[in-house]
């Protein structure tokens, strides 16, 4: 496509066939011959972006891996070249100037180091083990609500609902004030990232709720999240309000999308596995948890959420995978071709849920690496196996093709996942 500037001219002899149209209809719904094509042929490959910004896409495993722990590459949207050049219309959330944008995923070292030393006190993964049992209960729950139906949309009614609920619990959000959330999250992920009206009020609505809650939290500390935040801050390290609205507002935001599709994506990889379903089946109905274990992750690697890592900016020139790269440059890090790669992984387009040579790129690496990992997998695997177990012969209710896949620059996941099942109380 014109995006490309690797293609040949036209007249010449092609050394290599044409380089893959990216970002569209069909690269939404499989983008993975497009990254097997750039893996091999254009493995730091320089693109314009739907949103007119140009960055380079770098999709090899150990590139990858090198570029998410390089310190020359910056979270911070000042070091981009061209901030100008679009604003507020690239896509690049820091560049929205948004006062929730201070958040971990935005800035650099020293700032990162002291606020994730800080989070990382209150988010422990002894804390989130501790939330097992309630875990259990909203996915439950959750599945009590459409068990009786014979059918359901497992988006909707199932994989969107659960994470917003957990992550507002583990932060200390009253229950009453639960739903509201609800509504706000579903503003922001039915219309991306993008700083249109109905998303921008609710970011907006959000901070006003979060600010207001860090306030009362601080006259009444209780053992959540938020309240171990201010607590820490309190013991010598340096909070101020907007870093702490930007830290709740970043767990969310992190921990929302991001749990909706692993959910999504991880039911439809298993549907679509039907051999490996069956496995994953039989070990549960054994009261075996080891399969569940690696499945989660093989899922993660085979087609995870998150698909291109969140922004970086050169600021200094630099070469990676033999590609000089000038200061200013955005660099995305795509997880999701670097976790197919066969110079690291074997048989890299098999589903293999026993897999055991696993250190997928999926939460990222280096000092960025979710923090919410320890949650996202409570989550995955509590979700996958109560519903495989409870509803044993849960099928897609439409043809595969039929599905719809939400075409956003970083996540990657599905627009509806319509199900059927005998109906059980
Ligand atoms: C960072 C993936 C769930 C909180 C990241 C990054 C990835 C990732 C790839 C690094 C991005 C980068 O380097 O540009 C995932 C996946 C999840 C998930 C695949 C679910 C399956 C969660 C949950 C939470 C969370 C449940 C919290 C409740 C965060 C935070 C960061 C982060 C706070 C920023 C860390 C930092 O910059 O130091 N995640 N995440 N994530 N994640 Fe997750």
């Known amino acids: 496509g014109p995006a490309d500037e690797t293609a040949p001219a036209a007249g010449t002899a092609p050394a290599t066939p044409a380089a893959p149209t990216l ?10 011959p497009a990254y097997a094509w750039l893996r091999e042929h254009s493995p730091v490959h320089r693109t314009r972006l739907p949103s007119g910004v140009e960055a380079w896409l770098v999709t090899r495993y150990a590139d990858a891996k090198q570029a998410l722990a390089d310190q020359r590459l910056s979270k911070n949207p000042v ?4 901030p100008a050049h679009a604003k507020g219309k690239t896509g690049i959330p820091g560049e929205r100037k948004a006062e929730l944008m201070t958040h971990l ?5 020293p700032d990162h180091t002291r606020l994730r030393r800080l989070v990382s006190k209150a988010f422990t993964p002894g804390r989130v083990a501790e939330f097992t049992p309630r875990v259990q209960e909203l996915t439950d729950h959750l599945i009590d609500g459409f068990a009786g139906k ?12 659960l994470p917003i ?12 004030d639960q739903d509201d959330f609800r509504d706000w999250a579903g503003m922001m992920i039915r219309h991306g990232g993008g700083p249109r009206g109905g998303v921008a009020r609710s970011v907006k609505q959000m901070r006003t709720y979060l600010v207001e809650l860090i306030h009362r939290k601080r006259d009444d500390l209780g053992d959540d999240l938020i309240s171990g935040l201010i607590r820490a801050s309190d013991h010598g390290e340096h909070l101020t309000e907007n870093e702490a609205a930007a830290m709740a507002f970043i767990l969310l935001f992190a921990g929302f999308e991001t749990t909706v599709n692993l959910i999504g994506n991880g039911l439809h990889s298993l549907f679509a596995h039907p051999g490996q379903r069956r496995r994953l089946q039989d070990s549960l109905a ?15 690697r085979y087609d995870g959420p998150v698909e291109l890592a969140t922004w970086r900016f050169a600021t200094r020139p630099l070469t990676l995978g033999g590609q000089s790269i000038a200061a200013g440059d955005p660099v995305l890090v795509v997880l999701a071709a670097a976790d197919r790669d066969p110079a690291r992984f074997a048989e890299p387009d098999t589903l293999d849920l026993a897999r055991r040579d696993n250190q997928h790129l999926g939460y990222g690496h280096g000092i960025h690496y979710c923090l919410g990992a320890p949650l996202a997998r409570l989550e995955g695997r509590t979700a996958l196996a109560t519903l495989l177990t409870r509803l044993p012969d849960l099928e ?12 956003g620059l970083i996540m990657r996941g599905l627009r509806t996942l319509p199900v059927r099942f005998t109906p059980r109380n």
């Open 23 to 32: 970002f569209d209809w069909e690269f939404a719904t499989d983008p993975y």
């Open 79 to 82: 070091h981009h070249a061209e």
């Open 105 to 109: 995923l935005n800035i650099d070292p």
């Open 150 to 161: 014979g059918e359901a949309d497992l988006i909707h009614e199932f994989a969107f609902p």
């Open 165 to 176: 609920y957990a992550i507002c619990e583990m932060l200390g959000v009253p229950r009453e």
């Open 286 to 300: 054994a009261g075996e948890s080891d399969l569940l274990a690696t499945a989660v992750e093989e899922l993660l």
């Open 396 to 407: 897609l209710a439409v043809d595969p093709d039929e599905l719809r896949w939400r075409g």
